[in-house]
C-alpha cells in the first residue's frame, strides 16, 4: 500500500489500488470522507486509526493553511496557504443567504498584468495543480458545513488566470462537478479574454458559465488597463464570446470594476450595452466599485456614477447588477487577493 499522491489528485481507481488489502467498503468511506464530509483526515472516525495514518501519509494534502480572515460578521473567510515550493494562494468563502460561494486560485500570482489588481502587480509564480484546485473547493465546503451551511457555488476568480492552466482547471472542474455534486451551472470560469481559452471552453462536455474581465468597451482603454488585449483586441474576443452562447445557448457575464474618471462615464456605458448586445442571449454585467490596491492610484467610482451607468445600460435592455463588495478591509474582495503575509500568523489546525 504505497501510491503516495496527492489527496485530491487520486481517483477512485488509484483509491481501490491504495487500500488493497482492506474490505471492499473502505473505498466508499474513504471517498465519502474526501468528498461528503471534507474535514482533515482526524474527523475520519469512521475508520480505523492505523487506517487514518496510513492515509494521512500516503494521501498528503496539497495546502498547508497558514492563516484565516473573518470580515462581515463572519459571512467572509478569506484562507491563506502554501503550496509545495513556498508559493502562496489564496481563496475567500462568502456566505449569502441563499447561497454559499467559494472564489479559487488557479495561479500562484499571475502573468497577465492588470494594472488594477493586486495578484497582477505581483507577477506569475506557478500554475496550480489540479489537486490545489479541489483542495480549496474542499476546505471551502468544511468550513461552509462548519457554519451550518452547504457549499453551493465555486467561481475560479481568484489569484491567476484559469484559462493559461488548462491542463490543471479541467480535470478539477470534473472532480468538483462530479465528486462534490455541484452542478456545471454552479461553476464559473474567469477570464480576461484569452480567445483560443474561450473557443475551447464552448466544445468542452462539461458548461460552465463563463465570465469575461471586461472593464473596457474600446481598445484605446482596454489596452491600458488588460495588456492582453493587446493580443486579443474586443472584436476578436465578442466572435469568440459569441461562440461560446451560440454553442451553450446561455447567457455568459462580463465583470466590469467601476473606475473612477476611468471607465464609468455614460458613454462608454452606452459602448458597453452595444457589445453586449452582440450576443444572444444578451450578456450579463457585473459593475464590481474597484477595491484598493497599493499599486494602483484611482479611486473606485462614486455609488452616484455607478447607479448613473447603470441606468445607461438597463434602458437598454442589458442586465446589470451592482456587486456587493464583500471582504475589502481584509484585502479579500476583486482584484485585492495577493497572498500577501499578515503581520502575525497562526498556523490553523482546522486543516492537517
Not at 515550493?85 to 500570482?109: F, H, K, N, W
Not at 464590481?288 to 452616484?304: D, F, K, M, V
Request: contains cysteine; aromatic residues 6%; proline residues 5%.
Amino acid at each position: 500500500m504505497s501510491i503516495s499522491q496527492p489527496r485530491y489528485g487520486v481517483d477512485r481507481q488509484s483509491l481501490a489500488n491504495l487500500l488493497d488489502g482492506e474490505p471492499s467498503y473502505r473505498v466508499d468511506q474513504v471517498w465519502k470522507a474526501l468528498y461528503g464530509d471534507c474535514g482533515p483526515s482526524s474527523t475520519w472516525t469512521t475508520l480505523p486509526m492505523t487506517l487514518r495514518a496510513t492515509l494521512e501519509k500516503e494521501l498528503p494534502p496539497s495546502l498547508t493553511e497558514l492563516h484565516t480572515s473573518e470580515a462581515d460578521d463572519g459571512l467572509t473567510t478569506k484562507f491563506l496557504y502554501e503550496v509545495d515550493g513556498g508559493a502562496r494562494i489564496e481563496s475567500v468563502l462568502m456566505l449569502y443567504p441563499d447561497r454559499a460561494t467559494v472564489c479559487i486560485s488557479s495561479q500562484a500570482g499571475c502573468a497577465m498584468g492588470c494594472t488594477f489588481c493586486a495578484t497582477g502587480q505581483q507577477g506569475f509564480n506557478r500554475h496550480l495543480t489540479s489537486a490545489e484546485l479541489v483542495e480549496q473547493v474542499a476546505r471551502a465546503k468544511y468550513a461552509a458545513h462548519r457554519q451550518g451551511r452547504r457549499l453551493s457555488n465555486v467561481v475560479v476568480m481568484g489569484m491567476g488566470e484559469p484559462l493559461a492552466n488548462e491542463d490543471a482547471l479541467w480535470p478539477a472542474m470534473t472532480a468538483v462537478h462530479d465528486g462534490f455534486g455541484l452542478s456545471a451551472r454552479h461553476l464559473t470560469v474567469s477570464t480576461v479574454g484569452l480567445v483560443p481559452g474561450i473557443l475551447r471552453l464552448a466544445d468542452r462536455p462539461l458548461p460552465v458559465t463563463l465570465a469575461v474581465s471586461l472593464h473596457a468597451a474600446h481598445d484605446d482603454l482596454r489596452n491600458t488597463l488588460i495588456p492582453m488585449n493587446r493580443r486579443y483586441p474586443i472584436d476578436e474576443l465578442l466572435d469568440a464570446c459569441s461562440h461560446y452562447v451560440s454553442q451553450r445557448k446561455r447567457r455568459m457575464s462580463f465583470e466590469w470594476a467601476m473606475i473612477d474618471g476611468v471607465n464609468d462615464s455614460v458613454e462608454e456605458a452606452a459602448a458597453l450595452a452595444e457589445l453586449c448586445r452582440r450576443l444572444r442571449p444578451i450578456a450579463h454585467v457585473n459593475l464590481i466599485p474597484l477595491n484598493r490596491t497599493a499599486g494602483y492610484e484611482y479611486q473606485g467610482s462614486r455609488r452616484s456614477q455607478i447607479e448613473k451607468f447603470q441606468g445607461v445600460l438597463t434602458r437598454r435592455g442589458v442586465d446589470a447588477t451592482v456587486r456587493r463588495n464583500r471582504g475589502n478591509d481584509i484585502d479579500a474582495a476583486c482584484g485585492q487577493l495577493a497572498a500577501m503575509t499578515p503581520v502575525t500568523i497562526t498556523k490553523s489546525a482546522a486543516q492537517t
